[in-house]
Nanobody
Framework: QVRLVESGGGMVQAGSSLRLSCAASGRTDSYYLMGWFRQARGTEREFVAA????????TYEDSVKGRFTISRDMAENTIYLQMNSLKPEDTAVYYC?????????????????WGQGTQVTVSS
């Protein structure tokens, strides 16, 4: 069992930056893919970014490439999402997720553990 706790959300103006954190606890001794998803009001949850179990590989959704950076601190069992040049369309609840796999999956079906979410609101 893995417990995920997100932090770092908030309300900012367009063009600003935020850094989200996700701390994992519990059975973190196994290998875990970790990622970020987001869900805007009235829409389905969508993939944002993921980092492989060893931190060596990353993948991003096209609309955030070049603006968002996912990273992983293995010692602290924490992942981060640095979000720069934020846009109003980035407004959503952001969820941290973990999946027990060596592969870099982008589908929510491949993640078995989820955090409670943190709200990010970007005003124009």
């Amino acid at each position: 069992q893995v417990r995920l706790v997100e932090s770092g959300g908030g309300m900012v103006q367009a063009g600003s930056s935020l850094r989200l954190s996700c701390a994992a606890s519990g059975r973190t001794d196994s290998y875990y893919l970790m990622g970020w998803f987001r869900q805007a009001r009235g829409t389905e949850r969508e993939f944002v970014a993921a980092v492989s179990w060893d931190g060596g590989s990353t993948t991003y959704e096209d609309s955030v490439k070049g603006r968002f950076t996912i990273s992983r601190d293995m010692a602290e069992n924490t992942i981060y999402l640095q979000m720069n040049s934020l846009k109003p369309e980035d407004t959503a609840v952001y969820y941290c997720a973990a999946g027990r796999t060596h592969y870099l999956f982008r589908s929510s079906r491949d993640y078995g553990w989820w955090g409670q979410g943190t709200q990010v609101t970007v005003s124009s």
